[in-house]
């Protein structure tokens, strides 16, 4: 029989992790559950070997840079005092890498020194396994991967599916998508499965660390466009969108709520902001922040790609890990980033405040993973007058 959730507390209650992370300080949430690091001493244990990152190498940020005056890492105590700034420069236009992964470089190198200026490190057996929940690992070439659902997870899995043995294929694209979490959803090896953190800490501390990021609100209309505009999304439907639309949409007819499938963009906006703004529950895992499912200053992550150089960054990590000549050609599936004309088009039908308070919430994946104030927020922000508030 079809659930029908018609309560927005209902979702709550019903789709969250048992732990949920109500604030952006990384400061607070790296000394969550370590009593030693609370009240300054050092919580015991082996240190991570990889506690002190190194700083970004100087000249690959001049490199990097339009002008060549790149400005320094963010100074803000705390990732919740890093908001849109009073007159942001409208984002440069990026720059051609000089070599496949170039451009995940630079961002690992700016996620690394914000890390080292602004988190104290866990010894990684001190890392609670609920920091965890998301990262899979391949035991015969020593890497691990943190799940991010529409930033290249299901080419990341059938990569990993090939590299584990899992599957006789030679590339991914010879691999059904609907196999991946569907055949061969369990086939993967969680690290939540260890349950001795002096295993995980191993892992953590000799293995290499993928993982790979997308624009946040790109990939929260591309969320909402999978999950609630679908007409096979079902159980996004009855368990969000229900709920969703009897909270926000006036004079919603009942058929509506019960179908839940007509849930108006602005609407799923409201719901982040206010799901966020509320604190008494987590985000979905097709919306959650990345910093909260992978726990960048925690996992001292060797690869950062993203999803808008995938297939060079797929490349680029399989060359690391050498074990380009067991995954052939083509690694991702053919996918275009999306227009500004369409993210304008989607997100000018949200009022300017709601825009303003759902950038504060994924701000924080903004600064760490180096992506700019995407030009067509700033310029609907900047058309209303509405930098004012900072």
Not at 375 to 384: D, G, I, V
């Amino acid at each position: 029989m079809a659930m029908s959730v018609t309560n927005i507390s209902e979702v709550e209650s019903y789709y969250v992790p048992a732990e949920h992370d109500t604030i952006f300080n990384l400061d607070s949430i790296d000394k969550e559950n370590d009593p030693g690091k609370a009240k300054g001493g050092g919580g015991g244990g082996a240190k991570n070997p990889a506690a002190k990152p190194p700083a970004p190498d100087k000249k690959a940020e001049v490199a990097s840079s339009a002008g060549g005056n790149k400005p320094g890492p963010p100074q803000a105590n705390s990732l919740s005092k890093l908001i849109v700034p009073a007159n942001p420069a409208a984002p440069a236009a990026p720059q051609k890498a000089s070599a496949p992964g170039d451009a995940g470089k630079s961002k690992l190198q700016n996620l690394q020194h914000w890390c080292q200026q602004h988190s104290d490190k866990l010894p990684y057996e001190k890392i609670p396994a609920s920091k965890l929940n998301y990262i899979v690992y391949d035991d015969r070439h020593q890497f691990l991967f943190c799940q991010i659902p529409g930033a290249v997870l299901n080419d990341m899995r059938k990569v990993m599916l090939i590299t584990t043995k899992v599957v006789n294929k030679t590339s991914p694209s010879l691999i059904p998508g609907g196999d991946v979490f569907g055949k061969y959803g369990k086939s993967l090896k969680r690290l939540t499965d260890i349950q001795d953190p002096a295993q995980r800490a191993k892992i953590l501390s000799t293995y290499s660390k993928v993982l790979f990021v997308r624009d946040p609100l790109e990939r929260l209309l591309d969320t909402y466009k999978t999950k609630f505009k679908a007409a096979s999304s079902k159980y996004f439907h009855q368990v969000f969108g229900s709920a969703i639309i009897k909270k926000y949409r006036k004079g919603a007819t009942e058929a509506e709520i019960k179908s839940g499938s007509s849930v108006k963009f602005p609407e799923f906006v409201r719901y982040i902001v206010d799901v966020d703004q509320e604190g008494k529950s987590a985000f979905n895992e097709h919306w959650q922040q990345f910093y909260k499912q992978c726990h960048p200053c925690m996992v001292d992550y060797t690869f950062l790609g993203t999803h808008e150089n995938a297939e060079a960054d797929v490349r680029a990590l399989l060359q690391q890990l050498r074990v380009d000549g067991e995954v052939k050609p083509p690694y991702v599936n053919a996918k275009l980033t999306m227009s500004e004309k369409e993210l304008t088009a989607a997100y000018k039908e949200v009022d300017v405040q709601t825009l303003k308070k759902l950038y504060k919430v994924y701000q924080p994946d903004y600064t760490l993973f180096g992506y700019t104030c995407p030009s067509f927020l700033h310029s609907m922000l900047e058309a209303h007058d509405a930098f004012h508030d900072y």
